[in-house]
């Protein structure tokens, strides 16, 4: 089957816009923490929801680019940051259902900084650093957080207003 000329000429700027590596792919945007944080609502089911807001499936990891790591990385520091700086204080000043939704919150962010921080670092691997080490351990935080999220199924869980 011929291609006609006229389709050929007519395609030609697409194939030479396209990005011929990694770097030259539009970069991943920062979601802002309020919009990635997946704290409200009720727990019991924080590893779906991290693994819903992530970027990519494993099948892409050899492929990210460098930028989208690095923004990965970034809302992985977004999450971490409300931990210590909206999640603890609020905890620490609330008390009885109050404290127990924010915990259960608290819980649910750290099962989201934790997926990011397992698959970046997967992403790495993927991409030939040996992160293998670093994935054991972060993936141990991971399980454990997964596991209290899971204990706590059905009980209310609260988000923080973050904008770190």
Known sequence: MLIPRSLLLALLPLALSAPTSLEERAALAVTPYNQLSISAGTAGNAQ???IAKFPFTADQFATVSAADLATIQTMRESAENAETDAFNPAIAAATGDTAT????GKIKNKVLKLTFEVMGL???QAQG???????ATEQTKLTNNIGLDTKAAGQASTAVDFSG
């Open 101 to 104: 939704a924010l915990q259960n």
């Open 122 to 124: 997967q992403i790495q």
């Open 129 to 135: 650093k040996d992160t293998s080490s670093d994935i």
């Open 48 to 50: 779906a929801e991290a």
